[in-house]
């Protein structure tokens, strides 16, 4: 052993120097005082809209038993903004930019993929096709096996830079949806975005959230997430980045060894603003620990481990 | 701006409702200013709460940040647990602060139940820097205005009105208001812990000709601008913007803010 | 106000003294010494299935952040045991009884709701076409709306005792197949079993349950099944037994102003083994305080309070 | 068996890994047998473990109940915090004790790591009732091995074997049995904390005939025998059966089980 740790992942063509980046929407300019952004894997900002909007009436996040649902309702400048501010300020920093793209309709995601991707700063897009808060009822278009697939193919016509589909844990059957996502041309995928959720005030009887429902986050979900990057790496031969309540180095290792390559970190930023500096040492060090040289060593083990016995 | 550990200094209980915390300050560098706030985690002892509670400074100084805080629910119950010697991860100084205009000489503070302790500070350092202060304190109790009698003694003129005594309805308030106003240069006005005290003071303000701000409160996830849970509307020309309380905020032009 | 709280509620023709009941597979005649069963709304004992069965492999339970995992596979010693011990044992109390039924076709459905409804202590039946661990990769009946229907239609040819249908929480739309399974008859729904998920020890790198995958409860999960709760409440107008994470008065209430009439306690009677008994005195001191009589008043005034905006 | 709410007495480290904790148990009128175990909840000051931790009794009297436990994970370690004057939620006596055949006078305990704590128990009852005791302590380090003078200065005859010192393995523990059955006239064998050893002294007992008793360990859920979390498989006749440790166990005849 020589002593030097390899935390280098591919994620299609991109070579991340470590698994770690942020999930969309719990990261931004603001955490630039706090945390160095060129020692994270990769750069993921907030979701995207086409349009301007204001997003969703207050109070937006409320916190449960281990988590917190949210619904922000994607509050953003428009495409015009985000090309003329968001994008040059990440492009400070030299590691992979991949913005998160979520539209009102297949025809938007297309629209907005063509445009961003041609930015020479972006390294990658995710396509947010499970926010749950965009239309009534929670519905999203990563529900559905054929509009997730026409949705990745239409977009997959018009850039060859790495497409990261976002699923939505809200199906019966994420691997069918994964499945989908991977033929219609997805690089990678994120597994995956929030629970559909609520909850409700016992003294005033309404909603803690202004609208109603929302995505549920943090801790409280980590079990779920992993049982399905553990079915969805079973499935597919894309890497799988797995989101969804890791809090520390240990978590994002449990999520590895369910099987995915890289990991995205949104609630834990919240409790701890540093929490993904931490959790990459955290990795280093249990690499250490394990008299492990590569990090390779450890994704999709739990695999293994099972085929063994 | 960063996320410290800082040392107890004391918590303790003031009044039925009220805790008083003090931190050791001697490891921060940052300039702090009155309206800003930090981002607490109280939850190392307890099972709850799960995200950071934020709290405006009370009063400061170069050794010590001091929070005054209304026992609400598991967040600052939690709070309370802290004793001498633990340490607090405190995130912050965050948000912009208030503003003294130029050669103002007197200004008045309307301030409800928490909300006094974020214009508190205000009035320290209004105090410091020889401008006079005028408070009206309003809370359910007269127990709950324990801080009411300490800048009573530094010389502010303090009108208590309360729940308890019935003295704390829109009418009474609107009547000291206009007492004072008339009576007093009052050169600016600051409000927080009320909606309905800001929209009565935002009518004074424009009434009077005055320059006002408010501080306000709303859930955060992240404090520092990434995650747009603390959104309000403020007036922009004709139109209405969203914008982030943690960051644009907490403090607020008060003619601005759609309450 | 007359002093006197009804807590009373009715679950198609049964009349429970109380909403609160166990969750099946977390109760039993071990707890008699702990719980006078006769203050309880009714009895659910664990689900039996037609022959015995040993059940899955250890470890079965694990814990996670606010919640656990557990992959029991049924144990039971079958029908003919069930109908010899377990019913002439709880018929010696005065509430209610409802067998949790679980078969591994509709055929064992159908013939296990035949027999266990012919007793006469049986007040109703439970149909456990949601549990997560007796198919391959957590598959089960409730998943699919054809299949719900069919299988609740054949049972309610057999017996006009209540059925009551315990759904999956693991689809994409709950409220379609509650529609189906009220379409096929179902008197309730109880809403709902276990989230499928997976926890992997960083260690061993091996799943922290034997059969790899099991159930999430506790608190945990509970926005998920208010979400739920609400939801279906919105589309059916079968009353709703509430069941998910709920672990005090306040959980108990929450799950009733989104819309249950009754609720299920699971994971809260392993913390504490009176927490039923403690959860009806809560709801009652709640009435009390909120000065309000019947607790059918609380019942589904989430979604009045939307309305009135 | 009930859920006690019980006052500490004393909680105190006594060596690396171990913990001493006694609770008052003046209210508790239930008999108590070496071998029960009861189930505590050990989070009210901390956010984990979730479920509660099992433990045996380590030590009994009509006023205390005693247990010794090892720090594995976050319920022991969230169990450290309670003190002096905290009281803690213990369920039980719960399971199956420990069977000491009429007529017994001296017994052989084979104990490794948390096991000598449950046989500990099962020791000082047999000490009371005149019953010789021998030993075979197996841990980890010579620190692990705290209880083993108390017992020896009981009169027992303690023989100690660690994996720091290499007498752990299984050769040398089966040199030691094999030694104290040929020297003494052993009526009965209990074991505990290792499933190689059980296996061994399955081996042995049936060897030499001797009557013999193991107790078990699963992760648990309920413990009271409601949810079948706890489940081991049981030799019966031709065929294998699945009984609850928390129940039917955690002692069973050593013969029996399935390990
Ligand atoms: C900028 C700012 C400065 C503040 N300064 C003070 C102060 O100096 N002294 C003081 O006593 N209080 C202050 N507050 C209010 C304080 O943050 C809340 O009282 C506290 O969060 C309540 O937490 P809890 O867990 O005790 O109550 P909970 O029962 O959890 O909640 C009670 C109420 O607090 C609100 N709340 C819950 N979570 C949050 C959150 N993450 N952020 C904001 N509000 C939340 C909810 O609207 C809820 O109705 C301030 C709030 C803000 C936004
Ligand atoms: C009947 C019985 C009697 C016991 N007596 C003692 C004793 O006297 N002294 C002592 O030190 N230990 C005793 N144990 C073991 C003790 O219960 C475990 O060491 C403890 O639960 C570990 O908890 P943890 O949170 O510290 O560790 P964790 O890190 O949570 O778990 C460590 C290990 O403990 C086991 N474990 C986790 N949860 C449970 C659970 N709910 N029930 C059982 N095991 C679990 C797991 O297999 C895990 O590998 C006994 C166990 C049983 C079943
Ligand atoms: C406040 C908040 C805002 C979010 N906004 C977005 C978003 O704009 N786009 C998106 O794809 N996911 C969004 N998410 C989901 C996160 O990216 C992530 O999938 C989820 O929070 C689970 O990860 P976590 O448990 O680590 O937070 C948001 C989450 C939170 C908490
Ligand atoms: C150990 C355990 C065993 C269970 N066994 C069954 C079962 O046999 N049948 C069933 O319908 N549900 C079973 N469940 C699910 C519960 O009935 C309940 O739906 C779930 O635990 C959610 O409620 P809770 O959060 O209050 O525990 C089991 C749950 C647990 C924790
Ligand atoms: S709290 Fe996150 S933007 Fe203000
Ligand atoms: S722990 Fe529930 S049956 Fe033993």
């Given at each position: 052993m020589t002593g030097r740790i390899?935390l280098?992942v ?6 991340l120097?470590n698994?770690?980046m942020?999930a ?7 955490m630039?005082?706090l945390?160095?952004?060129?020692q994270?894997?990769?750069v993921?900002?907030?979701s ?7 997003g ?14 949210n619904s922000i ?10 090309l003329?501010h ?9 590691v ?10 297949i ?12 930015e020479?700063?972006v ?8 926010c749950?808060?965009?239309?009534g009822n929670?519905l ?5 096996e ?5 949705l ?5 016509q ?12 809200n199906?019966?059957?994420?691997v069918?949806i994964?499945?989908?996502a991977?033929?219609?041309g997805a ?8 629970l ?7 003294e005033?009887?309404?909603p ?7 995505g549920l ?5 980590r ?12 499935a597919?031969?894309v890497p799988?980045?797995?989101?969804g ?5 240990r978590d ?8 995915a ?6 609630t834990?930023?919240f409790l701890?603003?540093?929490a ?7 990795i ?5 620990e394990h008299?492990?040289e ?6 999709g083990?739990?695999h ?6 | ?11 303790q209980q003031?009044?039925?409702?009220y805790?008083h915390l ?5 490891s921060?560098?940052?300039d702090i ?7 607490i ?9 799960f995200l950071?509670?934020?709290f ?7 050794m ?5 805080y ?6 600052t ?19 912009q602060?208030f ?9 008045l ?5 928490v909300g ?17 202060v005028?408070?009206?304190l309003?809370?359910r109790?007269n127990?709950?205005?324990v801080?009411?009698d ?8 303090i009108?208590?009105?309360t729940?308890?005594n ?7 308030v609107?009547?000291?208001?206009s ?7 009052i050169?600016?006005v600051y ?11 935002q ?10 701000e ?5 859930n ?16 922009e020309?004709?139109?209405s913007q ?7 905020g907490?403090?607020f032009p008060?003619e601005?803010?759609?309450?």
């Open positions: 390899n280098k591919q994620i299609g063509e991109l070579l120097q698994p770690v942020p969309s929407g719990a990261f931004g300019e603001g630039d005082e945390v160095d952004f060129n994270l894997g990769a993921v900002p907030k995207i809209t086409r349009y301007p909007r204001g969703n009436p207050t109070p937006r996040i409320c916190e449960t038993p281990s988590g917190m649902i309702g994607i509050q953003s400048k428009g495409l015009d903004d985000y003329a968001t994008i040059p300020y990440y492009s400070r920093y030299h992979p930019l991949i913005p998160s793209i979520s539209g009102d309709s025809e938007e995601f297309v629209e907005m993929s063509r445009i961003i991707a041609l020479e700063a390294a990658g897009l995710e396509l947010n096709i499970s749950p808060n965009l239309k929670g999203s278009f990563g529900m559905d054929e509009v997730t697939y026409q990745i193919s239409e977009v997959r018009v850039t060859t830079k790495p497409l990261l589909a976002k699923l939505t844990p199906v019966t059957s994420i069918d994964a499945k989908s991977v033929r219609a690089d990678s995928l994120v597994v995956a975005n929030t559909l959720a609520m909850a409700i005030d016992t005033s009887w309404k803690k959230i202004g609208n109603l429902m929302g986050s943090g801790p409280a979900v079990p779920v997430i992993v049982r399905m990057v553990y079915q969805v790496a079973q597919v031969d799988i980045i797995g989101c309540g890791i809090m520390c180095g994002a290792i449990e999520m590895m060894l369910a099987g390559t890289a990991v995205q970190i949104g834990a930023s701890n603003p540093t993904m500096l931490e959790i990459i040492e955290e280093k060090a249990y690499l250490k008299q492990l590569d990090i390779q060593q450890l994704i083990q739990a293994s481990q099972i085929k063994q016995e | 701006m960063r996320d410290f550990r800082l040392k107890v200094v004391f918590n003031v009044s039925q409702r805790w003090c931190l050791d300050a001697s921060i560098q940052e200013k009155p309206g800003q706030f930090f981002n985690f109280c939850s190392d002892y307890s099972t709850e709460p950071r509670r934020p405006s400074l009370y009063h400061f100084d170069k010590h940040l001091e929070f005054l209304a026992i609400k629910g598991v967040g119950k939690a709070l309370t647990h802290y004793q001498k010697g633990d340490t607090l991860n405190v995130l912050g100084p965050l948000g602060f503003q003294l205009p130029k050669n103002t000489r007197e200004i503070l309307l301030a409800r139940g006094i302790a974020t214009l508190a500070a205000l009035a320290y350092e209004a105090y410091e820097r020889g401008i006079k005028v408070g009206v309003s809370a109790t127990d709950d205005l801080i009411a300490t800048l009573q003694s530094l010389g502010m003129v009108y208590k009105v729940d308890e019935k003295t704390s309805d829109i009418e009474n609107m009547e000291r208001l007492f004072i106003l008339k009576q007093r240069t050169d600016a409000t927080c812990g009320s909606r309905r005290l800001t929209r009565l003071l009518r004074v303000s424009s009434e009077y000709g005055i320059y006002g408010v501080a306000l409160e709303e955060m996830g992240c404090s520092v601008g990434v995650c747009y849970a603390c959104v309000c509307q403020i007036k020309k004709e139109d969203s914008v982030r309380i943690c960051r644009e907490p403090v008060l601005k803010v759609l309450v």
